[in-house]
């Protein structure tokens, strides 16, 4: 975890220090809490500065508070090249967002065939009725995505590694191309966070961030965000003014209180996903393990290269059997719970079906699929609770 902030801090001191500054705590430890939506203004003068200049500070709530604004500087300290941030109620309503900030009638956009569903969705829905035509791309392309930009195309959608199969785009490759076609770029760098991979020094224009995972990292809230660089950002801000969502103060703050322990959990995390993948590689029901961070996965240089460490989330694709025998493994596990999303202190557990979700590189395989998300737990508890578990797969299979 490299990088420094503004003041040469490294980049766990500057994680302690984000979204401190002494106008938005008075020198308390934490940024207040503030439940706002008027501020009263004292006098004439004092109220006709203030529409005058509407961001020289408090104007009504939606156009943010000091709790806002910590966690908006927070997240913008966590990227490098980042320019501004801001909040929306949950990583959809980021994405949401990021589109509408970059997208019109007529235009055609580039989305990676491994995005999360409900990107799919949005561009299958909203977007699609707005008159912006998505198309799908492999994720594999790398430079070769020059090959599918038509004259109105405004966007290439990145998302590494994609989400269920973890397959490693070549970002870098990609966003030079975008951006000699002054081609604007957006990634969903939830997996991975800043901290792990500094999407806007990859070369994105956009980085949206789920914050409901590793942020807040305990699983009781949902928040989203969106970073720009200096050119995007004013048109960020004003969509985001625009389409006047905003994220409630309680859950800020949890995202800020997350954000002082994030280095720490990023690390415990990734380092269990590395020693459970490495042993789930072993087992005879599993006959792939996808994780970039096992030298054995096909994204594992690109990897290498890019991330400066593994997330908690991977998959595996079982070697047999079908769905009717994943009860045996799922129904009985002690420390997995089943449920989506990941980045939270326990452990999850999905069974997954990436056929269902892809349109230009089709999935093949049939045997069931797992998505894992390792924890704070001990790391051999975890992999005794899934060895057994694949056991009890293998013998209801008859593997
Ligand atoms: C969970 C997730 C989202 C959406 O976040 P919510 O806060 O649940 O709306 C977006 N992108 C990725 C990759 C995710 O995993």
Redesign the pocket.
Known sequence: MSGTDEAGFARDTALIRSGRASQFTQGIVNPPVYHASTCVFHTLEEFDARLKNPDSGLYYGRRGSPTIWALEDAMTAMEPGAAGTKLFP??????AAAFLTVCKSGDHILIADT??E??RALAGGILKRMGVKAEFYDPLIGADIETFIRENTSAIFL?SPG?LTFEVQDVPAICDVARARNITTII?N??ATPLLFPALERGADIS??????FIIGHSDA???SVTANPALWPRLKQTALQLGQTAGPDDIFLALRGIRTLSLRMKRHGDTALKIAAALAGHRAVARVLCPGLPADPGHDLWLRDFSGCSS?FAIELSGGGRQNLAAMVDHLDLFGMG????GFESLILPITPAAVRTATPWTGTAPVLRIHCGLEDADDLIADLMAGLDRFAQAAAL
């Open positions: 949950s990583g959809v309503a980021a994405l995005v999360y409900p990107t998302e989400s969903d939830t997996w949206v961030q789920s914050l409901t995972k949902l928040l989203g989330l989506f999303s990941f980045g």
